[in-house]
Each structure stands twice: as C-alpha cells, then as structure tokens.
C-alpha cells in the first residue's frame, strides 16, 4: 500500500477521518468534542503501536514456542510434515514499517491533542 509508505498522506487521511468523526457524532461543534475525536483515532494508532511493540519485543515467543512444542508432543496422531520449529514466532511476523507508522500516527495526533487540551483550560 502506498498511503503507508507517505506518512504525511496518512496523517492528512487521519484528519479527514476526525473531522467525519467529530461532524457526525459530536452533539456540539465546540473544542471539547474535537479533543474526542482526536482521542477516539489517536488512540487506536497509538494502542496498536503499543502492541506491535510488545509483540516484537519477543514477549510472547516463549508462551508460543511453547505451546507449539506441547500440541506436537501431546498429539495422538503427529503429523511429521508439520514443521512446528521452524515456523515464524510471532515477533518474526511483525512488520517494522506498520509499527513505525502506527507509533508515528499515535504520536502526532497526541501531541496534537495535548496542544489542545492545553488551550482548552487555558481559556
């Protein structure tokens, strides 16, 4: 996919998608539900990123690993074509570039929301 691949276009398609948010579902147009929408889309970008995180941190490669080999061992009838320790661990499968733009995304669209917040209880 090239939106990925431009991070700009993506945070400009993030915007547009918080403007429909903030359009269609806010009961007011003022700053405290813009700060909603913002929140609603930042922190799914940034919760995934969080995820990705963990998952390529090696977390649950061991707990996997594991339960690969118990299933192998602990089968009736083992199927001696599957490859269970040559299969990729779950922090082999994870794309470095997705985990790049949903930590970028996040991030932005936060500091974004903090600058917000800010201006809101300032005035």
Known sequence: MTLF???WLLLLFNFT??????????????????INSL????SVYFFA???LMVIKGK???????SFRRFFHKSSKQPDYLDEWEVKP?????VNPDLLKVCLFQGSIIF???GILIYVYYSF
Do not use: A, C, Q, R
């Not at 403007?19 to 405290?32: E, H, Q, T």
């Not at 929140?39 to 930042?42: E, K, L, N, R």
């Not at 661990?89 to 499968?93: A, H, I, R, V």
């Open 49 to 51: 990123g969080l995820l």
């Open 5 to 7: 691949h431009n991070k």
């Open 89 to 93: 661990l779950p922090s082999e499968k």
């Open 39 to 42: 929140f609603y889309v930042g």
């Open 111 to 113: 500091v974004i929301m």
């Open 17 to 34: 998608l918080i403007l429909i948010i903030f359009f269609l579902k806010s009961p007011s147009y003022d700053l405290f539900h813009f």
């Open 59 to 65: 977390f649950f490669d061991g707990i996997t690993y």
